[in-house]
């Protein structure tokens, strides 16, 4: 049964510790290819969403289905596979660039590869290493810049099949220049997949189907851009301010 990538918060309240509750009865419905956003000011509660759809903790209150089905009983394998990811800190492992970019699609071919390098701008530094796509990264890419390990990370995204996407600050660390270039790799990307989307830069939410905006833990508004904006309240704070 191939995931379509329908995924809905239901009341969803959670806090890492005992006591201190980070997410109070959120609700969000994304239907396949939904580009939404969450924005709001730092510890909000953004990242915290996206690591409860990750299933990387486990929900007090409150429910995730994707498609329909209750995380819970989706075995961890499955939404590994179903569900790519850039976030602000990078995971790469030592072992070479190729195999970096490959990771969670063992199949792909050299072309594939590069291919999707090309889609995260990231195909010229490589060529650049020394040994291009067979130079072996350090532990956690040492030997790159935070920006271009930022971008394998695209690249890994890029070649990835899984339905869902979250792009937790996926380029902040990439400078003006570069995230200019790579916006249209960025749409790419998001393409027939349902992406969740965390960026302080508000340009970069703004054609978004749906943005929430969160404020200590809970939704306080939400709708488009433009419908935020016309609401005059916390979007168009953030926005104008
Ligand atoms: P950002 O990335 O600075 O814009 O902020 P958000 O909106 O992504 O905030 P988030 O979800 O990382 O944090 C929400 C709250 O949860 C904040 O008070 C810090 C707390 N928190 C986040 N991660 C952890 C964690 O791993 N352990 C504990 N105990 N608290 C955490
Ligand atoms: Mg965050």
Same mark, same amino acid.
């Given at each position: ?124 530094? !490589?060529?650049? @290493?020394?040994? *291009? ?10 030997? /790159?810049?935070? #920006?271009? =390990? ?60 749906? !943005?929430?905006? @969160?404020?200590? *833990? ?10 935020? /904006?016309?609401? #005059?309240? =916390? ?7």
């Amino acid at each position: 049964r191939r995931i379509k990538g329908e995924v809905v918060l239901k009341d969803v309240t959670f806090g890492y510790v005992p006591g201190k509750t980070v997410l109070k009865r959120i609700n969000v419905t994304a239907k396949p290819g939904q580009k939404i956003a969450f924005v709001g000011s730092t510890g909000a509660g953004k990242t915290t969403i996206t690591n409860l759809i990750n299933r990387f903790y486990e929900i007090e209150e409150g429910e995730i289905y994707i498609d329909g089905i209750n995380i819970r009983r989706i075995k961890k394998d499955s939404l590994r596979s179903n569900i790519a990811m850039v976030l602000q800190d990078t995971h790469l492992f030592s072992g070479t660039v190729r195999e970096n970019i490959r990771y969670g699609r063992l199949d792909a071919t050299d072309e594939e590869v590069v291919a999707a390098a090309k889609i995260a701008c990231a195909h010229s530094f !490589i060529e650049r @290493l020394p040994e *291009g796509y067979d130079t072996v990264l350090e532990g956690d890419g040492a030997n /790159l810049s935070q #920006g271009e =390990r930022q971008l394998l990370n695209i690249a890994r995204a890029a070649i990835s099949k899984a339905p869902i996407l979250i792009l937790d600050e996926a380029t902040s660390s990439v400078d003006t220049r570069t995230e200019k270039y790579i916006e249209r790799g960025m749409d790419r990307l998001m393409k027939n997949r349902t992406t969740f989307v965390i960026a302080h830069r508000l340009s970069t939410v703004r054609n978004a189907d749906l !943005i929430i905006v @969160l404020e200590h *833990g809970e939704i306080i508004e939400q709708g488009t851009h433009e419908e935020l /904006l016309d609401l #005059g309240g =916390r979007y168009y704070q953030l926005y104008t301010g």
